[in-house]
């Protein structure tokens, strides 16, 4: 007896005491945990329960009495045949395809003309990350009056030209589109610049200077030193870049509301709008629930191979 | 391989003087250490001949060709950094090669030369290996053969041990000499260890504040130092200094060296023209002394430091801080007085105001 | 490295040309803000680029007091919006925080909730918007629309995997020996968060929630999904700045918009040194 007992007396202890930490750690996850219950595995049920259904929140019934207006896949099928939700995904991909690039151009080259010092290289910089720290919503509105026929860019454009400019850029599908454009390269042209920067700043020294002693031109210094090292990290930006600019919806609505007619209808206005003056929340929900799961899938893919990047 | 010349060089960075008024001639395929504490400018000198800092001032020639405006790429020199900035994302193999493939020597020539510097240096075996953790012996041999394998004309050494641990210096410090015996390149070593110096230099440059002060073989400049900081900076403990002053003492010249007394009889062929009543730096080293019953310098043992082989003794009283050092069976202890003779032949005389050894006038 | 005058003159003449496209929208905002109304609306030839006669009208007549140029007045000042989007930043932050905070401290030293990392990443990922159906729907339903606590609520959620994530990277630096000698003197765990971890992370923390609340505050279509009059935020509200008779009331939305403007932009200089940090989820720190 006093032998188990002495036997057992110290790990209990120190069993007892990891219980009480993993008591304390799942306390202290909770709250977290509750929240993303809320807004993430509870919503997507229900989104599930009614992408399956015809309800809309006029029909007068409440949302959990969606299936007496059941009808299958239906939602489903007619997605299929939607082509104003597929042409606003492509034209999302497409905002994506010119400004995730042209932001990443002009960032890494903002992020060479800033990586070693020079006077006043700190105030710049500070000057430069004002764009992605305003509001976006009021970077719309600061952009929907630059473009205005009597606004400042014509202005500027006569000044060049010679002669009055009044185009109606916000009126015409391929002008609004390139509109929107130069907004979102804008605001995050900057948020590009200020991660590439910490990159590069953080390539050692040292080593570029060793190539150079080696004989290495700065263009070859950048190809085989300083893009290499910062691979992780453009990597990064990229993908931040990518996800956020697939969300795009303020400056863009704001400006154009996704007009003229669909030009500049992402898939995000492209769900609210349907939200919000068709009212069909079943065929809704089904549109939104097609889109996290594709991005689930994609995006898990890309975590797992990102994640064994970083780790190599 | 080349020869070095450094005339009239000096570098400010801004109302800051870094280095001034530096001469200094580096023969061919001689190895010369410049040694000094931190912010001497040893490191600033080495900047200025590998081209990363242009000089304020003078100029700097490899043989006959002067050195001004040739970008750093250009200069044909190999620099092998304090952290030897080995290419870390690359393979041993890539880090040899590097400076062939970015000078464009064709893919045959490439292939030949890193095969016979990685033989050369024993790093055949590693060549496929990611340069990222290999251990620092051979991170060094990758960062000199890196640049060796360019041929460059000099060597430039930043501090390479002091990263490593202590116990491994010493082999380090052999490679690097044998190295250095096999290339039989001009090398320009930097560093604030003496002993690194000491044990592999051909010259000590010893400089301080932005001057040199010295210029010499290792022995030559330990037993001759120019003046007081090269005496205390040399040798471990470093010569001791004793302010005193000149006095006649019948036919031979003495130095009154305050509470210690007075010094023995200087050499009379040695000192014949000091000037009596001249404040001067008395100096030995704590090697140069020993215990007698006769007259000598009368101090009391502060402190006894016993250190294996040797022992030190920690003397003096008032302003003098006295060392001594002696074998490991000494019958001192704390707080006895003790009786110092030091072997006139040893004693190294300095201007008190300036600072400068005072030698032999004829 | 080798720097010619040429490059030198070459960089700042590409860094000054950038810097001045990229204020223009900004300053053009800032002197709409000051113009009198005959200044707003102007076309190409007489468009004012400086305000001739700058006043702080605009200012006033969103705080109430009617305009004699306008011949209009606001129904509703533009007070209510402003304090919705901080009612409702602030407390999303506090949310954000509380629960981002504690998790990340769990996670950090007890390993718990090892599905958050992931999930709260992939929760950054989705549009709020394809979210946001199902979670109108159970606001309606428990009388959340329309509310800064609801709305407060929303913003808590979406805005704590920068919490939860920013400050795991933090207490993943802090060094345990710290906590591990209060923990042998005998305090409990929760004790030693409390007294110990917590004030040690103060600047971690305060620089967190700035962050945090700069994110809640730049939301437009989460407020504009679940506020509908009372609790209208700002940049919702801005949508209901002009009128019938003189169409967009400009001067009025770049005073508006001047005022949402400042404070991200103020509070995004003062933690410059952990928005990378902050922006790329931990996984850069500068």
Redesign the interface.
Known sequence: MTMAALDTNTPVMEHEDTR???R??????L???I??L???V???L??VY?SLTDWS?LDGI??WQAHELWNSFANYSDLMADDRFWSALGRTVLVMAICVPVEFL?GL??AI??V?D?PGRRF?Y??????????????????F??FQ????V??IL?FFYGA???IAWLADPDLAFFAVIVSDI?QW???MF??LL??MVGV?E?????????????A?RFR??VL??MK??II??LA?RV?EN??V??NF??MTGGGPGVATET??IY??KV?QQELI?GY??A???V??IA??VV??IA?KRMSRG?SQ | MTSIHLANLGKTFGSFTALRNMNLEIADGEFVALLGPSGCGKSTTMNMISGMIEPSEGEILFGERDMRGVPMSRRGVGFVFQNYAIFTHMTVYENLAYGLCATGVGKAERERRVNDMAEFLHLTALLKKPAAGLSVNILQRLAIGRSAIMEPAIFLLDEPLSNVDAAFRAVMRTELKHLQREFRQTMVYVTHDQLEAMTMADRIAVMDHGKLLQVGTPIDVYNNPSNVFVAGFLGSPGMNLIKGRSVASGEAMCIDLGEAGLSAPLPGALFRGLPEGKAVVYGFRPEHCELTDDDGLRLPVNFVERIGARTILHMGQGGHSIKGVFDNRVPVRQGDIVTLAIDPSNIRLFDADTGAAIVETH | MNRSLSFEIFRYAAILTIVALSLVPTLWMASMAFKPIAEWSATGADLTWWPKSPTLDNFRFLFGESSSDLIVALDRTAARPILASLLSAVFGTLIAMVAGTSAAYGLSRFGSGGNLPLALIQLRIFPPMAVMIPVMIMWAFLDLIDTWYGLALVYGIVTMPFAFWLMKTFFDDMPREIEDAALVEGCSRLRVFWKITLPMMRPALASSALFVFILNWSDYLIGLLLTTRDWVTIPVYMASLSSSMTGQLYGAKAALGLIAAIPPVVLGIAIQKHLVRGLTFGALKQ
């Open positions: 009480d930490s993993r304390l750690g799942i306390w202290l996850t709250p977290a945990q929240l993303v809320f807004i993430a509870f919503p997507i229900m989104q009614i929140p409440g949302w002009l080259g903002l003309l800033f070693d020079f710049l500070s000057v430069l990350l004002i764009p992605m720290m305003v509001v976006p919503a009021v970077a719309g509105y600061m952009f009056m630059l026929s009597g606004g400042p014509n202005d006569s009055p400019v009044t804008w042209t900057p948020l200020l991660i910490a990159g050692p040292d080593q570029l200077r060793a190539a150079t002693l080696l004989g290495a031109s700065w070859t085989t030193i290499p090292r992780t990290i990064i930006a931040i996800i697939f969300k919806f303020d609505y704001i898939i995000s769900i609210y939200t929340w809704v929900a549109v939104a629930l889109i996290l991005l689930s995006s898990a975590i970083v």
